[in-house]
């Protein structure tokens, strides 16, 4: 690396140094809003978001509100998306998105911290959704910011902010519905991801409503009964049996293993004295890249009809609740990664980077499905129950807070003047 780009690169981490204050304040504020999904009504902190930018000196950001029924067909009450677009130089390309969510799921119980208060203790923001994930809203942000504020002459592009808030329900009116309405056409993304790592692939995820019907009757009178639950239990038997061939299949990827199952939800029965009518389970299946997600509902429904067969009088119904593919692996021969690695060695002091995959499902699968070269990096924790996240006390350290923001600043840097 060139004296002269060691020297604008420090300048810019010193910049990011000297705004600390406001990121972390930045990044209070958001916890202070809450986002919970369910309900998935979301209009406050958008509303919020679109300000605090325009604040910031982002002018080019707008409010997009996403059709409400479509909304409510997807279990939200509300669905909004922030856009925020900065041009440097006279060229469009290359355009790179940045994207994060900022809806959260519930605080539920246990909190040491009050969720929506963002304290600080042992150099850490604590509160809902500190992890996972408004501090990347905070860290890309400044990040742009950092760049529009210091270097704006010596780049040539388009970086993009999409501040999405269905990141709990799979994206599809975020990420998706920003790609087809063509509110963003990237070349390159970065989606929400971890300091420590940089992720290019996840698993895919199929989620189904299985619903057995019967014929209920006093349970002194069982034979006029068609037992729900009795056959239900062989369908989750049978689902249990299937379950312990998927750990034969493993995966090439780095931090992604092997499938999953996992039957998440129980209902039926009315009282102890009487047979059931009906029982419904969901179930969760993890996929790993290189299966396909359709061909694994076809299985299980087949499994599901064939455990059914012995029992008369029993219906079955089942229904698709979600299936989110695949993501990757994303080459690490791409610039985008290339450089991102090379600035995450700077800024961490390290040559002990890992890239590989995460046995989760992202909106990054939403970019790449377009052709675009993906990752998923931001200001998380090395892993999510390092930082509580889906529990009480979620929480970011500051540092990893900080030094995000300037290895992505940095590497937006690095493929910005490239093209310049």
Known sequence: MGSAMTETKQHI?????QGQEKIIRFVQELVSVPSDNPPGDCREIAEFIERKLKEFGLDNTQKLEVDLSDAK????????????????????????????????????????HDPYDGDIENGAIYGRGAALSKSDIAAYAFALIALKETVSDDLSGKVGLAITFDGESGGFLGPQWLLKQ??????????????????????????????????????????????ALEAMTAIMQAFYDYRKGLS?????????????????????????????????????????????GEEIEAELRDIAEKACEPYKGITLIVERILIADTFGPTSETTPLIQALGDNWKEVFKSDNLKIGGIPLYADSRFYSRYGI???????????????????????????????????????????LSNSK
């Open 73 to 112: 067909v997807r279990g939200l009450a509300s669905a909004q998306n922030i856009v925020s677009v900065h041009k440097f130089g006279q060229s469009n390309h290359p355009e790179i998105v940045l994207n994060a969510y900022g809806d959260t799921v519930p605080p539920g119980q246990g909190w040491t």
């Open 373 to 415: 070269p993906t990752v998923m990096y931001g200001a998380g924790p090395r892993t999510i129950e390092e930082a509580n996240g889906y529990r009480a006390d979620e929480h970011v350290q500051i540092d990893d807070l900080i030094r995000a923001t300037k290895v992505i600043a940095s590497t937006l840097y690095d493929l």
């Open 182 to 227: 063509k509110f963003i056409e990237p070349d390159m993304a970065i989606t929400s991801g971890f300091a420590h790592s940089i992720l290019n692939a996840h698993s895919g995820c199929l989620q189904l409503r299985i619903e057995v019907n019967g014929q209920s009757a006093h349970a002194a009178s069982q034979e006029t009964a068609h037992d």
């Open 248 to 292: 034969n299949m493993k995966s090439a990827i780095r931090g992604i293993k092997s499938p999953t199952l996992a039957i998440g939800q129980i209902e039926g029965g009315t009282s102890a004295n009487v047979i059931p009518d009906r029982c419904v389970i969901t179930v969760d299946r993890r996929f790993i890249p290189g299966e396909n």
């Open 13 to 17: 981490y010193d910049w990011i140094d």
